[in-house]
């Protein structure tokens, strides 16, 4: 019952303790709704029916001691993640006292480290000083390429979390194998430790994630609950005037008044609510996806916009190398090669090919990037790790190259004789890399300094982003054509990276190239050619899309990929129609002056682009119809968030897709879309996706790596069915929790109405009646309604989201009306009986349970509950049928047939248990019994006929509609999406 209170109050009304579950059990002792069973306990207990309240106690523990079991095995697994870094040793270096071994949760900032050869997990997080290390961060990042870091080329440098992200090993992270050379050891310092590091945020994030506000759901049904308390306060004043009217003793009129409140508010609501939930975590699971926060289950029923990562997400995670560009004398070849082989070994982009990348070799596997590993594989090269003999380097070279040697020709062993001599004859064709500058986000290049053997000066080899490489080349060196054929190949959807190189002057040394910073050397570049790499789509992806834009949400491609790239990815998978354009908007800053250029992507020149600034007269966007869409990239963006945050609302609603994005970019856009009202999902693969994952309202991993317990929902079936399945799942859990609260609060109405009747009779409800209804009927049809599984097909209609709106409001007041009509006309019906005798006043006192008022009401009204549930427990369109759920339908076939025998044929012993009245021979009882069975059939054709033709109706929602006399959509991204469909001016109005 825990997780139903948590359902009702929010995830954070119990955090999750590591070390105590004390703090737990206070909370939860303390929440409201357990003040309120317990104080009902004690009201069961006063009036003697000590077997009714120890049932609710035993409910009450058996649900506490499951839910803390299962919080608590989430609590040993966090704590296991926790405990896991703190448990090793870690020699530490300090003055005065030497390297000693100490533990772990005793490192403080400052501390030397040592970093053992062959690896560790991390304990804290440290920045190297010395040597190299081959990191796998896939418990970051979600990726589990090792990756290379390097210490600081300037050890005097101020320590910057973001600047020195590659020099730092991060908590949690594994060190997979060291480097160092001669006697040094690789040591780094400790910046930061304890909750302070990446994974205790991490952590963190998992104690107190972030508040759900945005979903009223939850808010709603406690408003409900006050509104129910006050419909008991009624009912208790009504009480109060009947039993003093008959000068009934204080103790009565106090217990039959506060039963009223066990009975409008029933404690058993929040177990009932969440069943829906529970089943849906449990059908999750058994499809590969798992949840730790199942509140979330019911939001993602409200999804109205998904954003996908690409690679790895919509798109095969391996790249093929399909190609390549080769330039020579600033010409692009003619044709593309599509085997590297052909060209000569010495060629500087099959050098550039070989070295730059940040491969290595574990167990004597090549192990990286696995673009970087397509590369290389393409050249017919061979890697080596050498090892402490680098003389031949300038005393350090981490890694070797060389071609395999039947790809060494006769021609470059010729070569080789005339600079070394004939008795160096054998010496091999290597190129050692001096130094890595790895990649990064922020560069969108990387880079290296390598030197062949026997070569008298090294060289840089960069490979970017053709974008960027481009701007950091000579012109002269760049072809005339290179734009028009980068956009050719991207249009088409591939992937393509760009080579470049320079020759440095033969006094750069060994120490120049160990302390140079990339932004003297990344510059002046001589441009080698493309590489142009293939990408496909997963199977699963364009079905998908294809599902979620017929169900009407929305789908946003976020990447870190070309802009280009992601247009022709995003047209393959139907994120964007054949027919539909796409507007790129280019943002430039210069001195504080922006120019924003727009550019319809894919359509020949013409009015297919323009541009404005502050100072120039613009050229308006033409927008002829409302099927286009905006492409930026993150430049762009955070241009626009800097210079013209007033754009975003405007570029968010209409971007399908945002390229280039950094992983606090990807943040960004997901709290710039919920600021819009959209309920957002993020799916990623974990790499650069964790914050965006953390921010959106729904937070997808298809990743197992530890990250991905930061995330709500993590998927072991590595593609995007699971968003579909998700969502299925989170509408059919919503509209279950809908159900069920409104079928528990007119539970507690019709038997509010009973109560009170039967209060005016003189009579009230037996124990075991109470027990029957509260027990047997209410609780099993509550928890087995739930079971119905969700509709294979996602539909455009979306559930309701609040229970206070009146297009649920004015149904539920029909139906408590139908209700209390059908028990009144029930009991008038008896009154007309020629053989019917009412209480006895001097027996009022005694409050008869066994009587024919008493025997009508109760019988009427348990037809009510079952007709309630089988009315509430509706399939379409985003359930099942009802009947498909067995268990549902057998309860509500078994409880039918035992109500049915317990008004037309209760015999004795039945009869005195449940205390109606027994069978008689007398034909005007049985007749009036069978006209009974009338009421309920009426009350099912009545129940049906409001939902059906009134809830479930548009005419109801137009209707409430005009009445408000709404000025326009409720959500802020439709009227944003209506002005600008109606204003093609608007990227001018809102940028002045």
């Known amino acids: 019952m825990i997780m139903a209170w948590i359902q ?104 030397v480290i040592v970093i053992p050869p062959h690896g560790c997990i ?49 908590s949690g992270t594994q060190v997979i194998q060291t480097r160092f050379y001669g006697n040094d050891k690789v040591m780094a310092v400790v910046v930061r430790t304890g909750f302070s590091t990446a994974k205790g945020e991490m952590v963190r994030s998992i104690l107190f994630p972030k508040p759900m506000s945005e979903f009223k759901f939850y808010q709603d049904a406690v408003r409900f609950v006050i509104f129910l308390f006050f419909t008991a306060a009624l009912g208790m004043a009504y009480c109060i005037h009947l039993y003093l009217r008959r000068h009934a003793s204080i103790e009565t009129v106090l217990l039959r008044t506060l039963d009223i409140i ?14 829906g939930t529970v089943y849906s975590q449990n059908r999750l699971k058994k499809l590969g996806i798992l949840c730790i926060s199942p509140p979330r289950i019911n939001i993602c029923g409200k999804v109205k916009l998904v954003c996908f990562d690409k690679t790895g997400t919509l798109t095969e995670e391996g790249l093929d190398l399909w190609g390549m560009l080769p330039s020579e004398d600033s010409k692009f070849c003619v044709h593309p090669i599509r085997d590297p082989a052909v060209l000569p070994v010495e060629s500087p982009i099959i050098t550039a090919m070989a070295t730059c990348h940040s491969l290595t070799l574990i167990d004597g596997e090549l192990t990286g990037d696995p673009l970087d590993i397509k590369m290389f594989e393409a050249t017919q090269w061979e890697l080596e790790e050498p090892g402490r003999d680098t003389s031949r380097y300038d005393t350090l070279c981490p890694t070797v190259v060389k071609p395999k040697p039947r790809v060494l020709n006769a021609a470059k062993l010729e070569q080789i004789q005339n600079i070394f001599g004939s008795q160096d004859a054998q010496l091999p064709y290597e190129i050692g890399i001096v130094r890595q500058f790895p990649f990064s986000s922020a560069a969108q290049c990387m880079s290296v300094i390598a030197r062949a053997l026997g070569s008298s000066h090294m060289t840089l080899y960069t490979k970017g982003a053709p974008e960027k490489i481009q701007t950091l080349c000579r012109k002269e060196t760049v072809p005339g054509n290179f734009d028009s054929l980068l956009m050719e190949y991207t249009l088409t959807g591939y992937r393509v990276i760009a080579l470049a190189y320079k020759t440095l002057a033969p006094k750069f040394s060994w120490k120049q190239a160990q302390r140079i910073n990339r932004d003297e050397l990344e510059k002046d570049l001589e441009f080698l050619g493309l590489l142009i790499m293939q990408n496909t789509l997963k199977p699963e992806t364009t079905p998908v899309i294809t599902q979620l834009q017929v169900a009407q949400i929305r789908c946003v491609m976020v990447t870190g990929d070309n802009i280009l790239t992601a247009v022709s990815v995003a047209r393959d998978c139907g994120m964007i129609l054949p027919y539909e354009q796409v507007i790129q908007v280019t943002v430039k800053v210069d001195s504080h002056l922006t120019d924003i250029h727009w550019e319809v992507v894919g359509v020949p020149q013409g009015l297919s682009h323009g541009s404005f600034s502050s100072d120039s007269d613009p050229m308006l966007p033409i927008m002829p119809n409302t099927n286009w869409h905006i492409a930026v990239d993150g430049k762009s963006w955070t241009a626009l968030k800097n210079y013209h945050p007033e754009l975003l609302p405007q570029i968010a609603t209409r971007g399908t897709i945002f390229a280039r994005m950094a992983p606090d970019q990807k943040t960004q856009l997901v709290e710039v879309l919920q600021s819009l009202d959209y309920v957002v999902a993020m799916c990623g693969d974990g790499a650069n996706d964790c914050g965006a994952l953390k921010a959106a309202h729904i937070g997808i991993s298809l990743s197992e790596a530890e990250a991905s317990v930061a995330a709500p929902f993590t998927s072991r079936v590595a593609n995007i069915t699971c968003v579909l399945k998700l969502i299925q799942e989170g509408r059919c859990a919503l509209v279950t929790s809908f159900g069920v609260f409104k079928y528990m609060a007119l539970y507690s109405l019709i038997q509010f109405v009973t109560v009170l009747i039967l209060y005016r009779c003189a009579s009230i409800l037996g124990n075991t009646q109470f027990l029957y ?50 028990q009144i006309a029930a009991l008038y019906l008896l009154m007309k009986q020629p053989w019917f005798e009412p209480i006895k006043q001097e027996d009022a006192k005694g409050e008869i349970v066994a009587c024919w008022e008493n025997t009508t009401l109760f019988s009427v009204s348990s037809f009510q509950y079952l007709i309630l549930a089988a009315v509430y427990s509706k399939g379409k369109p985003h359930r099942k049928p009802f009947y498909t759920n067995l268990l ?78 709404k000025d326009g959509p409720k959500n802020r991204y439709k009227r944003i999406d209506r002005d600008m469909s109606a204003n093609s001016s608007w990227l001018l109005e809102a940028s002045l």
């Open 122 to 170: 991390m304990a804290c997080d440290a920045v190297l000083l010395s040597g190299n290390c081959i990191v796998n961060e896939s418990m970051l990042t979600g990726e589990s390429v090792p990756v290379t870091k390097t210490a600081p080329s300037h050890s005097d440098e101020l320590y910057d979390p973001v600047g020195h992200k590659k020099h730092t090993l991060f």
């Open 773 to 822: 209804i509260d027990l047997v009927i209410t609780t099993s049809i509550a928890v087995v309604m739930g079971r119905t599984g969700p509709a294979s097909r996602l539909v455009s209609e979306r559930p309701m989201g609040s229970l206070m709106s009146a297009n649920n409001i004015i149904p539920l007041i029909m139906q408590v009306l139908v209700t209390v009509v059908v």
């Open 8 to 111: 009702l109050y929010g995830e954070n009304v119990i955090t999750i303790n590591v070390k105590s579950y004390g703090r737990l059990f206070i909370e939860e002792v303390f929440n409201p709704f357990y003040i309120f069973q317990v104080f009902s306990v004690i009201l069961w207990s006063l009036d003697d029916y000590f077997y009714y309240a120890g049932c609710i106690v035993f409910l009450t523990t058996v649900s506490v001691v499951t839910s803390l079991f299962q919080t608590r095995k989430q609590s040993e697994a966090l704590r296991d993640l926790v405990a896991a870094s703190n448990a090793a040793t870690v020699t530490v270096c300090r003055r005065g006292i030497g390297c000693e071994d100490i533990s772990a949760s005793s490192l403080v900032p400052g501390d």
């Open 262 to 275: 066990t009975i409008v508010v029933p404690p058993a609501l929040p177990a009932a609510m969440t069943a």
């Open 888 to 965: 549902f339908l057998f309860t509500l076939v078994l409880f039918t047939g035992f109500s049915t025998v317990l008004l037309v044929y209760p015999v004795e012993p039945l009869a005195k248990l449940f205390e109606v009245m027994p069978i008689s021979k007398k034909n005007q009882h049985v007749v009036f019994r069978l006209s009974l069975l009338a009421f309920p059939g009426v009350h099912l054709l009545a129940a049906l006929f409001i939902e059906t033709c009134i809830a479930d109706t548009r005419w109801l929602k137009g209707v409430l509609q005009y009445l408000r006399r």
